[in-house]
T-cell receptor, first 109, second 117 residues
């Protein structure tokens, strides 16, 4: 089976940097994805790591360490609009995505 | 506009009703998914269709019945639901089948907020 752990809530101020961690236990790991979901909205894809290392997309970066079963999402230059829930999701060898419970990020002015 | 639409956006039904949720994707994708999202819980994968064939059914009760008539449409037929089935039901699609390599990015619709009385 699959299980993922991420913090339930994180708070930071505008302009700051925040890191959301995700640890996982899985059989047949294939990759780690991150999704953002604003309150009342649909989840939207942010990033994917299939290999160890850092992937950068604008203000967002994602990191994976397969040996540690660990990844994180790094958000820089936080803006108010970044307030949302962030989900890590493991892709297994069967292709299924298993999602974590989500981290509610609150950005304060 | 995500390219994936769902109707209705809100649905209230009694335990003896029969209703259907509809999903349509305008992205030319080959795989479609149903997820259930309950408060404070992870998204739960319910069904996966790849090239119009069901490839995954994650032990979902038979009161939920999916239908995929073509690669652009996906339905979830509901009957004799329970109050604990109240949740947000999300449809998603991906270009590649789930077993393909790569990130298998999924595009989600806005969901149907279902309340079972």
């Amino acid at each position: 089976g699959q299980s993922l752990e991420q913090p339930s809530e994180v708070t930071a101020v505008e302009g700051a940097i925040v890191q959301i961690n995700c640890t996982y236990q899985t059989s047949g790991f294939y990759g780690l994805s991150w999704y953002q979901q604003h309150d009342g909205g649909a989840p939207t894809f942010l990033s994917y790591n299939g290999l160890d290392g850092l992937e950068e997309t604008g203000r967002f970066s994602s990191f994976l360490s397969r040996s540690d079963s660990y990844g994180y999402l790094l958000l820089q230059e936080l803006q108010m609009k970044d307030s949302a829930s962030y989900f890590c999701a493991v892709k297994s060898s069967s292709g299924q995505l298993t999602f974590g419970s989500g981290t509610q990020l609150t950005v304060l002015p | 506009e995500t390219g994936v639409t769902q109707t209705p956006r809100h649905l209230v039904m009694g335990m003896t009703n029969k209703k259907s949720l509809k999903c349509e994707q305008h992205l030319g994708h080959n795989a479609m998914y149903w997820y259930k999202q309950s408060a404070k819980k992870p998204l739960e994968l319910m069904f996966v269709y790849s090239l119009e064939e069901r490839v995954e059914n994650n032990s979902v009760p038979s009161r939920f019945s999916p239908e995929c008539p073509n690669s652009s449409h996906l339905f979830l037929h509901l009957h004799t639901l329970q109050p604990e089935d109240s949740a947000l039901y999300l449809c998603a699609s991906s270009h590649s089948p789930p077993t393909s390599g790569g990130n298998n990015e999924q595009f989600f619709g806005p969901g149907t907020r279902l309340t079972v009385l």
